[in-house]
């Protein structure tokens, strides 16, 4: 029985449940997932190449497999994979992780059920689990019972019970599929009901929960599924242990073929989580956001000040360092774990901290809304942004090498003040209101005579500078600037000369510590997109928009980055902005309901 190689691609599909997420290849094999959290132990880690062993996967593999179909169960984060082979037998791989409301709670183990069906001729299979540790370093101990396998890693201790029978999986042996089996791989606890009734239950509940969720989102007319899929993805990315919401589930997948552009994304960027809350918030799906807010007001922080993102169980130190057990993704490491970027200065996060919780005070659907004692909590993020908005920092692409006014980071130091003002207003605070309101009309002096460039007729990236960057392209959706003001549209305009290639944008094209950008940044694209838009360029705006759609990997998902040439997804996947940025557009260009109904 051959074995399909390790993923060449990102065709990969991703399962969660808010306290794990798996990636699961075209062929039905999980190629990637942490366990007991996000940023744990990837004891599947086929993904990114181990050196020293084999394994870090877990497939169901069908003898002499020539073809697979992959698909979600509509509205659901339920993966159904096909397989087929020459003499006409087939398959049916479903991939979930449980999770729907039980006594008053959301129940979402660390737990990974399948569920394998003969579909057509008597198909011969084995299962293939082979979890290793400590990335990738070493296989775990086993050991194992009647219907069960135990996996010792580090943190935890994984156990699979099942009807397989055991010494199927444990040697690997092919056997004919004649019948349903299923397999429950999760926490070392002894199941006490027939597995094959409880696997199926268990799907029932976790498709309900899914179509249920997603039936309360507020969807645009146009492009459903884009952003049903997307939506869903996002909900994947948030550990609901602490509301914490990850910017993508994998490391080092690299932002271009062969750079050092590899970092890992496993951690919770204040930034990322807030354009993920603002693009749920536009859909209906606000508990994303009090979770969130939940999260941060958890940090531990005495004077307001804020780290550009943390782990997700509130970790402030993140520790860099390359992992030489993982060659990386089609062998192009490093291979990294931890992000240097949490000692960097990057002011925009005050900004993103109060934007993401500002609609707490005007939604009147949610309990208990924003108060007077959460306002007060926000000041201190508003005195750090008065502060600090027109002092360098790293900037929200995060400059190891450089330090500078950033025009981003300055109008979301202002958007901070401005939405502060406003909630002050709306909950009867008028001193409090003029005192914010006089900060953000000041800020607001300062950053249009230093970032907007005269000479060159549009704002530019830093304080005094002559370059763009993407960002430029969010100052009318900050309310800093009017869509129609001149000095935006010349901005928009000179961003589609200088930094759009074909049909993706750089997020900037000089050169910075690791070289000159190579790929196009996904959620660029999709502002670039907005921008158009606000500013008139409807059609325009569609058409691109929908030729970025259908560079989507086949289940509909987007990694952070895309090839210019071909549109090869790079980058880590899935990639919250790269959704958020598909979800905004969207809500921005369809048609009106009213034009269906």
């Known amino acids: 029985m051959t074995r399909p190689p390790t993923s060449a691609s990102l065709d990969l599909g991703v399962v969660g449940n808010g306290s794990v997420a798996a990636l699961i290849d075209p062929r039905g094999r999980v190629v990637w997932g942490c366990v007991p959290t996000f940023d744990g132990d990837p004891v599947f880690c086929a993904l990114l190449s181990p050196t020293r062993h084999e394994g870090g996967d877990y497939a169901i593999e069908l003898e002499d497999c020539i073809a697979s179909e992959q698909a979600y169960v509509p ?30 709670r959301f129940y979402h183990p660390v737990m990974l059920m399948r569920r394998v069906r003969p579909l057509a001729g008597q198909p011969r299979v084995r299962v293939v689990l082979r979890p290793l540790c400590e990335y990738g370093a070493r296989p775990p101990e086993v050991t194992w019972g009647s219907n069960h396998i135990r996996y010792v890693v580090p943190d935890f201790t994984l156990r699979l019970t099942s009807d397989v029978p055991v010494r199927f999986v444990l ?112 859909l209906g799906a606000t508990r994303t956001m009090e979770e969130y807010l939940r999260y941060v007001f958890n940090l531990a922080t005495t004077d307001g000040t804020l780290q550009p993102l943390y782990g997700i169980g509130f970790e402030g130190r993140l520790a860099e360092e390359e992992v030489p057990t993982l060659a990386g993704y089609r062998g192009m490491g490093p291979v990294r774990r931890g992000n240097l970027a949490w000692i960097q200065k990057q002011h925009d996060v005050y900004g993103s901290v109060v934007l993401a919780s500002t609609q707490l005070f005007f939604d009147q659907r949610l309990s208990p809304s924003g108060d007077r004692a959460m306002f007060a909590r926000l000041e201190p993020l508003g005195e750090c942004a008065a502060r600090l908005f027109d002092q360098p920092d790293a900037g929200l692409w995060e400059f190891r090498g450089r330090a500078e006014t950033h025009t981003y980071s300055a109008a979301m130091c202002w958007a901070a003040c401005d939405r502060l003002a406003k909630i002050a207003q709306h909950l009867g605070l008028p001193e409090r209101a003029a005192y914010w309101r006089a900060h953000a009309d000041r800020m607001h002096r300062v950053i249009v005579e230093a970032a907007f460039n005269a000479q060159r007729g549009h704002f530019v990236d830093a304080f005094g500078g002559e370059r763009l960057d993407a960002s430029l392209l969010l100052l009318a959706d900050l309310g800093f600037v009017a ?44 502002w670039y997109v907005d921008a158009l838009a606000a500013i008139g360029r409807y059609q325009e705006a569609r058409d691109l928009f929908e030729t970025v759609l259908a560079r989507r990997n086949p289940l509909g998902l987007l990694s952070e980055d895309l090839a210019f040439e071909d549109g090869e997804p790079w980058g880590n996947f899935p990639q919250t902005y790269s ?12 048609r009106p309901w009213q034009d269906a109904i």
């Open 75 to 104: 509205n659901t984060a339920v993966l159904r994979t096909v397989l087929r082979n020459a003499r006409g037998d087939a398959i049916e791989i479903v991939d979930f992780a449980p999770r729907w409301r039980e006594f008053g």
């Open 483 to 526: 869509p129609h003001d001149p000095r935006f549209v010349a901005t928009v305009e000179a961003i589609g000369r200088d930094l759009r290639r074909g049909n993706g944008l750089f997020r900037y094209i000089a050169p910075d510590d690791f070289g000159v950008p190579e790929t196009s940044f996904t959620i660029c694209t999709f």
């Open 579 to 590: 959704h958020v940025g598909l979800i905004t557009a969207a809500m921005r260009l369809s």
């Open 171 to 282: 040697d690997a042996l092919p056997f004919v599929l004649d019948r349903d089996l299923h397999l429950i791989l999760g926490p070392d606890e002894t199941l006490t009901r027939p597995i094959g009734a409880y696997v199926r239950l268990a799907e029932e509940n976790t498709v309900n929960y899914w179509r249920e969720w997603v039936r309360n989102l507020s969807i645009p007319l146009e492009w459903q599924d884009a952003v049903i899929r997307s939506a869903i993805t996002l909900k994947l990315c948030q550990y609901e242990e602490t509301g914490a919401i990850v910017a993508a589930i994998t490391t080092s997948i690299p932002e271009a073929p062969h750079t050092v552009r590899n970092w890992d994304y496993r951690y919770c960027w204040l930034r990322d989580a807030a354009f993920v809350v603002r693009a749920l918030n536009r």
